[in-house]
C-alpha cells in the first residue's frame, strides 16, 4: 500500500526517486475506495490447479479483489469436469461489456501450433483487442505472453532445440520500473516451454520495455512504458511440484525429456525440490496490483 505522508516533508523526494510510491495527506482523504476487478482468462487444460497458483499469487496484498473466470467459448476443455466450467467459468459473451482494472491470460500446451492454427485464435484476438479499451492492465503470462506480444507487436516465437525447463536465474535491467519494486539484483523463476521470443525482437519495439532477463532463459519479464501490458514469459506461479510432476508425466508416456535444471537436489528425481522462487513470484504480483490500484480510475468507465 502507499505511504501517506505530507506534501512539505523533506524525505519525500528521496522516497519518490527510489519509486516508492507516496501520498500526500491532501490526497488520500478526497480518495475513493473500492475493490480492484479482476479477470483471469485460463487457457489451461488443468484449470483447477492453475487457479489456485494463480489466486495464491494474487492474495499476498491487502487490496480487495473481485475475480471473474473467463475461458473460451471456441475450444471446450476436457481435463475439468463441466460442471466446474458452467458453475465458475463465463464466456466472452457474458462479460464483453464490462470493465476490467486488470485481467490475467495464462499460458496454454499449444506452442507447437502456429498462432493461427490454434483452435480459439480468433476468439483470443477478439479477447486481446478488447483488452486495449476494457482492461487498464493485462498480465500474460508464457504462451500468453508470446501470444500477446505476436499480436499487438509482431513479435514472432521461434522453436528451441530442447525444451526449455527447470528453474533459471534471471537479472533485473529495469530496477526503477515499479513493477520492479524490492527485486533482488538477481532471482530465480521457473521455465517450462519450448519456444522463445527473443530479446533483439522485442528491443526493437519502442513502446516495450525489457525488465527481466536471464543468460539462459532469455527474456523474463518486458512490458509497454505505461505498463498497461505486462508479458512474463516463464511461470512464476507455478507449485513447488509442478515440473516435477512434468517431468514424470513424460517419463511415464516415454516422450524425451531431460530432468529440469537446477531443480531437483543433485538433479536426483527421487529428491523433493526446494522451492526457491516464491517470494519473487508474490512481489511480482503484489507490483501489478499496486500498480493497477494507483493509476486505474475510481469509474472504469473512465477507461
Same mark, same amino acid.
Not at 55 to 65: A, E, F
Not at 169 to 188: C, I, Q, W, Y
Given at each position: 500500500?502507499?505511504? &501517506?505522508?505530507?506534501?512539505?516533508?523533506?524525505?519525500? *523526494?528521496?522516497?519518490?526517486?527510489?519509486?516508492?510510491?507516496?501520498?500526500?495527506? @491532501?490526497?488520500?482523504?478526497?480518495?475513493?475506495?473500492?475493490?480492484?476487478?479482476?479477470?483471469?482468462?485460463?487457457?489451461?487444460?488443468?484449470?483447477?490447479?492453475?487457479?489456485?497458483?494463480?489466486?495464491?499469487?494474487?492474495?499476498?496484498?491487502?487490496?480487495?479483489?473481485?475475480?471473474?473466470?473467463?475461458?473460451?467459448?471456441?475450444? &471446450?476443455?476436457?481435463?475439468? !469436469?463441466?460442471?466446474?466450467?458452467?458453475?465458475?467459468?463465463?464466456?466472452?459473451?457474458?462479460?464483453?461489456?464490462?470493465?476490467?482494472?486488470?485481467?490475467?491470460?495464462?499460458?496454454? !500446451?499449444?506452442?507447437?501450433?502456429?498462432? &493461427?492454427?490454434?483452435?480459439?485464435?480468433?476468439?483470443?484476438?477478439?479477447?486481446?483487442?478488447?483488452?486495449?479499451?476494457?482492461?487498464?492492465?493485462?498480465?500474460?503470462?508464457?504462451?500468453?505472453?508470446?501470444?500477446?506480444?505476436?499480436?499487438?507487436?509482431?513479435?514472432?516465437?521461434?522453436?528451441?532445440?530442447? *525444451?526449455?525447463?527447470?528453474?533459471?536465474?534471471?537479472?533485473?535491467?529495469?530496477?526503477?520500473?515499479?513493477?520492479?519494486?524490492?527485486?533482488?539484483?538477481?532471482?530465480?523463476?521457473?521455465?517450462? @516451454?519450448?519456444?522463445?521470443?527473443?530479446?533483439?525482437?522485442?528491443?526493437?519495439?519502442?513502446?516495450?520495455?525489457?525488465?527481466?532477463?536471464?543468460?539462459?532463459?532469455?527474456?523474463?519479464?518486458?512490458?509497454?512504458?505505461?505498463?498497461?501490458?505486462?508479458?512474463?514469459?516463464?511461470?512464476?506461479?507455478?507449485?513447488?511440484?509442478?515440473?516435477?510432476?512434468?517431468?514424470?508425466?513424460?517419463?511415464?508416456?516415454?516422450?524425451?525429456?531431460?530432468?529440469?535444471?537446477?531443480?531437483? !537436489?543433485?538433479?536426483? !528425481?527421487?529428491?523433493?525440490?526446494?522451492?526457491?522462487? @516464491?517470494?519473487?513470484?508474490?512481489?511480482?504480483?503484489?507490483?501489478?496490483?499496486?500498480?493497477?490500484?494507483?493509476?486505474?480510475?475510481?469509474?472504469?468507465?473512465?477507461?
Amino acid at each position: 500500500m502507499p505511504i &501517506k505522508v505530507a506534501a512539505d516533508l523533506p524525505a519525500l *523526494k528521496n522516497l519518490e526517486r527510489e519509486n516508492i510510491f507516496v501520498m500526500h495527506a @491532501r490526497r488520500a482523504e478526497e480518495q475513493d475506495i473500492r475493490p480492484l476487478r479482476l479477470l483471469l482468462l485460463n487457457l489451461m487444460p488443468t484449470k483447477l490447479e492453475t487457479e489456485t497458483q494463480i489466486l495464491r499469487c494474487l492474495s499476498n496484498t491487502p487490496l480487495q479483489l473481485e475475480l471473474d473466470l473467463l475461458q473460451t467459448s471456441s475450444y &471446450k476443455a476436457t481435463h475439468v !469436469p463441466e460442471e466446474h466450467l458452467l458453475d465458475f467459468y463465463m464466456t466472452f459473451d457474458e462479460i464483453e461489456h464490462l470493465r476490467y482494472d486488470g485481467m490475467i491470460i495464462t499460458g496454454a !500446451p499449444v506452442e507447437h501450433l502456429e498462432f &493461427k492454427k490454434v483452435a480459439y485464435w480468433k476468439e483470443l484476438c477478439r479477447i486481446m483487442d478488447w483488452s486495449r479499451e476494457n482492461v487498464f492492465s493485462t498480465l500474460h503470462i508464457c504462451w500468453g505472453a508470446q501470444a500477446g506480444l505476436y499480436h499487438h507487436y509482431g513479435v514472432k516465437k521461434y522453436p528451441l532445440e530442447a *525444451k526449455k525447463f527447470g528453474i533459471f536465474e534471471h537479472t533485473v535491467v529495469a530496477p526503477n520500473s515499479p513493477l520492479m519494486r524490492g527485486f533482488d539484483a538477481k532471482f530465480l523463476a521457473p521455465h517450462s @516451454r519450448h519456444t522463445e521470443v527473443r530479446i533483439e525482437d522485442v528491443a526493437r519495439v519502442p513502446s516495450l520495455e525489457i525488465l527481466a532477463t536471464g543468460e539462459k532463459s532469455g527474456l523474463y519479464i518486458a512490458a509497454t512504458r505505461d505498463r498497461r501490458q505486462l508479458f512474463v514469459t516463464g511461470h512464476c506461479e507455478y507449485d513447488a511440484d509442478t515440473l516435477s510432476r512434468e517431468y514424470f508425466r513424460d517419463v511415464d508416456k516415454g516422450l524425451p525429456i531431460a530432468v529440469p535444471e537446477n531443480y531437483f !537436489p543433485n538433479d536426483d !528425481p527421487s529428491l523433493e525440490p526446494p522451492l526457491t522462487w @516464491r517470494a519473487h513470484a508474490m512481489l511480482l504480483y503484489s507490483n501489478w496490483l499496486n500498480d493497477v490500484y494507483q493509476q486505474t480510475p475510481y469509474d472504469l468507465n473512465d477507461l
